[in-house]
């Protein structure tokens, strides 16, 4: 299911056709697997949680929501040190003028 959903978040990302409907429903989608982690304490692997907190933060910022996308960004971070969103969380925050140190 992770992968599913992963691959439906890459889609959006790349596709600069989807429409605005499209990138919320995959959010819904996201939004609701994430909350199951934190209500549920899932067993999943923290490279495989990293990867998806990633992606929803990269389509939250594609989706306009800077405060969403930055902490989605962060809890990335946090869960996998390699989940490739360093830059993105420190250019964001900067544009929103947030201090994080990572």
Known sequence: ????????????????????DELRQTLSYFNVVISQFDKNNWDI?????GKLFGLA?????????????????????????GAGVKKNARTLAEKLGIEIDI
């Open 1 to 20: 299911m992770i992968d599913e959903l992963y691959d439906l978040g890459l889609k959006h990302l790349e596709n600069e056709l989807s429409t605005q």
């Open 45 to 49: 692997n923290q490279v495989c949680q």
């Open 57 to 81: 933060g990269k389509l939250e910022e594609k989706n306009l929501n800077a405060g969403n996308a930055l902490f989605n960004y962060l809890k990335a971070q946090k869960l996998n040190e």
